[in-house]
C-alpha cells in the first residue's frame, strides 16, 4: 500500500504560479511512475504530467512549456511547477503513483485560476 499527500492547490489569478506537492509514504520502495492528473467540472480525469524513476518525463500537449514536474526519489515527493497558469487549467489535480503495476491516487486538491 502507498499513501498519498498532496498540498499547494489554491487561487491564484491568470498567468500566475502554483507548486503542488505529493507526499509517498507506506511501500515506497516499490514505486515507479509519479505523477499528476486532474478533473476539471464535467471532464474525464486527465494526464498533466508524469515521471518515472529514472527521470524521464512526460506532458500534455496542454500545459508543455508552461508546467515542470520534478521527483525526489530520497524523500518520495514528486512536484508540479504551474507557470503561466490559465483559467482552464482550473480543476481538481491528484498525484497518482504507480508501484508493482498498481496505481495509487492522493485526494486531490483545487486549482482555481481567474481571468
Known amino acids: 500500500q502507498v499513501q498519498l499527500v498532496e498540498s499547494g492547490g489554491g487561487l491564484v489569478q491568470a498567468g500566475g504560479s502554483l507548486r503542488l506537492s505529493c507526499a509517498a509514504s507506506g511501500s515506497i520502495f516499490s514505486i515507479n511512475t509519479m505523477g499528476w492528473y486532474r478533473q476539471a467540472p464535467g471532464k474525464q480525469r486527465e494526464m498533466v504530467a508524469q515521471?518515472?524513476?529514472?527521470?524521464?518525463?512526460n506532458y500534455a500537449d496542454s500545459v508543455k512549456g508552461r508546467f515542470t514536474i520534478s521527483r525526489d526519489n530520497a524523500k518520495n515527493t514528486v512536484d508540479l511547477q504551474m507557470n503561466s497558469l490559465k483559467p482552464e487549467d482550473t480543476a481538481v489535480y491528484y498525484c497518482?503513483?504507480?508501484?508493482?503495476?498498481?496505481?495509487?491516487w492522493g485526494q486531490g486538491t483545487q486549482v482555481t485560476v481567474s481571468s
Open positions: 515521471i518515472t524513476a529514472g527521470g524521464r518525463t
Open positions: 497518482r503513483v504507480v508501484a508493482r503495476f498498481t496505481p495509487y
